[in-house]
């Protein structure tokens, strides 16, 4: 069986950590952010972890395990 290749869509928008959990910065953060409250944008300004099955699929997206 041959090696699954890295898909480079996740590459650019997602990181593995060290631990191998896989890091991502929010979306809707580009314009018309006037509506939203500051306690919302700012959470939206940090980077985070995916969880669950989504953290198992786009870390085997990324080469990971």
Do not use: D, E, P, W
């Amino acid at each position: 069986m041959t090696k699954q290749k890295t898909k480079k869509a996740v590459v650019k928008r997602m990181k593995l950590t060290k631990t191998g959990k896989v890091k991502f910065h929010h979306a809707f953060t580009s314009h018309i952010m006037v509506r939203r409250s500051t306690k919302r944008k700012r959470k939206l300004r940090k980077a985070s972890v995916c969880t669950g099955k989504i953290n198992a699929n786009m870390a085997m997206l990324l080469g990971g395990r």
